[in-house]
Nanobody
């Protein structure tokens, strides 16, 4: 059974930083695109960032571009999301996922596997 386990969430003041981690229990995830989504209270789940299997390509939502950085360590089956200059609008539950790219738009749709999520709360 595929498992994705997120960690690293917490409470932080606006302008602060957090680093999220997502560990997969299957080595097969080292060969696929991985990404992060988030869901704020009362809102739909939205795409945050994605990274190709070897890390050479990344894509970000416009709202986090320049502040968040996605990376991965395939030797540890782990994907990271470094979040800097956090804003109150970043408050959400963050989920790890295996996104699927849609063509010709190039946008990402959610894949089949989700972690349990990790709460990020940014106080203003």
């Amino acid at each position: 059974q595929v498992q994705l386990v997120e960690s690293g969430g917490g409470l932080v003041q606006a302008g602060g930083s957090l680093r999220l981690s997502c560990a997969a229990n299957r080595r097969t995830f080292s060969s696929v695109t991985m990404g992060w989504w988030r869901q704020a209270p009362g809102k739909e789940r939205e795409f945050v960032a994605a990274i190709s299997w070897n890390g050479d390509k990344t894509q970000y939502a416009a709202s986090v571009e320049g502040r968040f950085t996605i990376s991965r360590d395939n030797s540890k089956n782990t994907v990271y999301l470094q979040m800097n200059n956090l804003k109150s609008d970043d408050t959400a539950v963050y989920y790890c996922n295996n996104p699927i790219r849609s063509y010709p738009s190039g946008n990402y749709n959610p894949g089949d596997f989700w972690g349990q999520g990790t709460q990020v709360t940014v106080s203003s």
